[in-house]
């Protein structure tokens, strides 16, 4: 079965720190990842989306990477705020027809 | 500006009552999808359809009905609402297939059975 695990569940660290955020995945045959923001009683906003061919993105403060061969990606976001704080969301396409999420990552970021 | 639009945002119906939660996209996309968000579930997909007449099952898809008699709509039909069906409801387009580009998802519906 093709699964999406995200760890930690939470994750709370003091402004300015570095955030460093894990997904793991059981297929490495993929199309591609991409990773979503989630804000409370809001919809997904996409982040960054890595085609398969690819080891990583850059967005800003927001650094992606992918390794296929070891089922992994990893979400950096470099000097967190207090407007970082949100759930954090992988998903990856293992076929053409939809997104498998991962259960995501809380993550606060205290003042 | 690109967006995704659900309506309603906010739902509360008794059990056997039938209702529809739009969604329509501004961006000519071809993929449309609706999943459900369940606390320990995650998001889990209902129906999707790659083109205008093309729908199919995801992976919970009973209880629910969908058409895409246009492209930029894909309404999601629930013709006899149960407390089970109580969730959050994102509705989601790519321009092709399933993630082959960056996903857009409207704001979500949450829906109460009662």
């Known amino acids: 079965k093709q699964e999406v695990t995200q760890i930690p569940a939470a994750l709370s660290v003091p402004e300015g720190e570095n955030l460093v955020l894990n997904c793991s995945f059981t297929?490495?045959?993929?199309?591609?990842l991409q990773w979503f923001r989630q804000d409370p009683g809001k919809g997904l906003t996409s982040l960054l989306l890595?085609?398969?061919?690819?080891r990583e993105q850059t967005s800003g403060r927001l650094n992606a990477s992918l390794d296929k061969s070891s089922g992994r990606s990893t979400l950096y976001i470099a000097a967190s705020q207090p407007g970082d704080s949100a759930t954090y969301l992988c998903?990856?396409?293992?076929?053409?027809?939809?997104?498998?999420f991962g259960a995501g990552t809380t993550v606060t970021v205290r003042a | 500006e690109a967006q995704v639009t659900q309506n309603p945002r906010y739902l509360i119906t008794v059990t056997g009552k039938k209702l529809t939660v739009t969604c329509s996209q501004n961006?000519?996309?071809?993929?449309m999808s609706w999943y459900r968000q369940d606390p320990g579930l995650g998001l889990r997909q209902i129906y999707y359809s790659m083109n205008v007449e093309v729908t199919d099952k995801g992976d919970v898809p009973e209880g629910y009905k969908v058409s895409r008699k246009e492209k930029r709509n894909f309404p999601l039909i629930l013709e006899s609402p149960s407390p089970n069906q109580t969730s959050l409801y994102f509705c989601?387009?790519?321009?092709?297939?399933?993630?082959?580009?960056?996903?857009?998802f409207g704001q979500g519906t949450r829906l109460t059975v009662v």
């Open positions: 989601a387009s790519s321009l092709y297939k399933a993630g082959n580009t960056e996903a857009f």
């Open positions: 998903a990856v396409t293992f076929d053409d027809y939809k997104l498998s």
């Open positions: 890595i085609q398969s061919s690819q």
């Open positions: 297929d490495s045959a993929i199309y591609n």
């Open positions: 961006m000519n996309h071809e993929y």
